[in-house]
């Protein structure tokens, strides 16, 4: 039996959509004949083929025995070396959870071109194969990410997301100044192919979304902000600072004429009453406007 644990980033997606990404060895009839046998449930129920998920559901596929060695998970290989990365990465864990503080460039879930990501490392990493990460964040944001080490554990951690109990907060360099010092964007998404659109009105397939800001400090063409997230919606940040008309630097879908190898979006803080854990990591010199000497902005800064 495989097991999956839904994350944010596979909200409100359909359940045939998500299987044909992850049982490639499957084709789509098979998939559809399994969902109507249960073969494959979803928090131990039958669903049918347009069943979209939500956070914390648990998918339960039953393979039958000509597919299980095509799709069976196995541990990757990893060299020593990386090892030592990946143990240098975990900021806290028990007997049920780790969190890592994810370093830049590195994915947490395969895809758009990476076969191997965080998930298929960490898996190998602790010799588990119930690994799951419950929150993700992008490949060119670094900071904090959940990791739960059995199904239950996960469940919960996305129980609390979902009900808002978790707090998580993020540094953010945006282009543009800000006057307000405290503020709220209170709007509504929806994440279609390429992007996720922004409406300031209620629509029929949008999601309310939340986020409560605090400017940090003001430079020329810069504002470093604090932002605590109320609500967990794919690329919320991301979409409603440029519907604001001041996007993230280095943030090439949204901003525009962005050529920066790094986004300024730096997950720093994590809140989990539930497990009595909280994490505040150092604001990173980056943010402080050290920025490295590969980056084109110290160019800016230098000349301007």
């Not at 993700?136 to 990791?147: E, F, H, M, Y």
């Not at 902000?225 to 919606?233: D, I, N, S, V, Y």
């Amino acid at each position: 039996m495989i097991e999956y644990i839904i994350d944010e980033d596979y909200e409100s997606v359909r359940v045939d959509r998500f299987l044909r990404k992850h049982l490639k060895n499957i084709n789509l009839s098979e998939i559809y004949k399994m969902l109507r046998k249960g073969k494959i449930k979803v928090n131990n129920k039958k669903i049918s083929q347009d069943y979209r998920l939500v956070l914390g559901d648990i998918i339960f596929i039953f393979l039958p025995e000509t597919f299980k060695e095509k799709n069976e998970e196995k541990f990757i290989e990893i060299s020593q070396v990386r090892k030592e990365k990946l143990k240098q990465m975990i900021v806290f864990e028990n007997d049920n959870l780790f969190v890592i503080n994810k370093s830049l460039g590195d994915v947490v879930h395969k895809g758009s071109g990476h076969s191997i990501s965080l998930l298929e490392e960490f898996r190998s990493y602790y010799s588990n194969n119930n690994i799951n990460f419950v929150n993700r964040i992008d490949k060119l944001t670094s900071g904090l990410v959940i990791g739960a080490k059995n199904i239950k554990t996960a469940r919960e951690i996305a129980k609390e997301i979902q009900a808002g109990n978790i707090v998580k907060k993020y540094y953010i360099l945006v282009n543009g100044k800000i006057e307000k010092d405290n503020f709220i964007l209170e709007n509504y998404l929806k994440k279609d192919e390429e992007r996720v659109i922004v409406s300031d009105i209620e629509k029929e397939g949008y999601k309310k979304s939340i986020t409560y800001f605090k400017k940090i400090k003001e430079y020329d063409k810069y504002t470093l902000l604090e932002a605590e997230l109320k609500t967990g919606r794919t690329h919320q940040l991301r979409a409603q600072l440029n519907h604001l008309g001041n996007n993230i630097v280095g943030d090439t879908k949204y901003g525009k004429n962005e050529k920066e190898d790094i986004m300024y979006l730096f997950s720093y803080y994590l809140k989990i009453d539930l497990y009595n854990l909280e994490i505040k990591l150092e604001i990173p010199d980056l943010f402080k406007l050290n920025f490295h000497k590969n980056s084109s902005l110290l160019a800016k800064f230098l000349n301007r």
